[in-house]
């Protein structure tokens, strides 16, 4: 079972909450987008992957906050998120999101997302999301990137979805033998 909760603070200020939950231990820590989620992407789940996580975070102004947790066998760790948000026009939309992390395993880490949307009519839509995770334990990164055309069917919206998923090392341009890319 996942799930996930916030809770705001009476009075120590307006913007301290409490957040606690059961997920995945590394898609919690780096901050990675919903959309890439492993849930998401209907991989399989072993309830070894989930893992219980709880801490206090502080808002600062709309667009900061920091985190400051504990998961699994009280394990801590650490975040600094930033959010962005542009309207560039009234059919564009584009959300950057930066997440800076410390963690014991992986040390200093970071997320950045990057999303644009565009309304091509009334009922139908396109996203293009890309999100890129790197730490100083591993000599590579993740990068996921989803791009898709939605369409409004009242209530619903049906997506038509092409996701890539690459593993990257950073010290090369082109994409080496043996690293790991997964088209879902």
Same mark, same amino acid.
């Given at each position: ?31 990675? *987008?919903?959309?890439?989620? @492993? ?6 789940? %072993?309830? #070894? =992957?989930?893992? &219980? ?68 009519? *009334?009922?139908?839509?396109? @996203? ?6 790197? %730490?100083? #334990? =591993?000599?590579? &990164? ?43």
């Amino acid at each position: 079972m996942r799930f996930s909760a916030n809770f705001r603070l009476p009075n120590p200020e307006k913007n301290t909450y409490i957040f606690t939950g059961r997920d995945n231990r590394r898609e919690v820590i780096t901050d990675k *987008p919903e959309s890439f989620s @492993r849930q998401q992407l209907w991989q399989a789940q %072993t309830e #070894a =992957d989930r893992s &219980f996580f709880a801490g206090i975070g502080r808002a600062v102004g709309d667009s900061v906050d920091f985190r400051i947790g504990f998961h699994g066998a009280l394990k801590p760790y650490v975040q600094g998120r930033y959010r962005k948000s542009w309207e560039p026009s009234t059919i564009d939309a584009i959300d950057f999101r930066e997440t800076v992390f410390v963690t014991a395993a992986d040390r200093i880490g970071s997320t950045s997302a990057l999303s644009y949307q565009h309304v091509f009519s *009334p009922i139908l839509v396109g @996203r293009w999301l890309s999100a890129a995770t790197i %730490t100083q #334990a =591993d000599s590579h &990164f993740e990068w996921s990137s989803s791009v898709g055309a939605y369409k409004s069917l009242g209530s619903q919206s049906l997506p038509a979805v092409d996701l890539q998923s690459c593993r990257l090392p950073l010290h090369q341009s082109a994409r080496p033998p043996g690293t790991r890319c997964r088209r879902y």
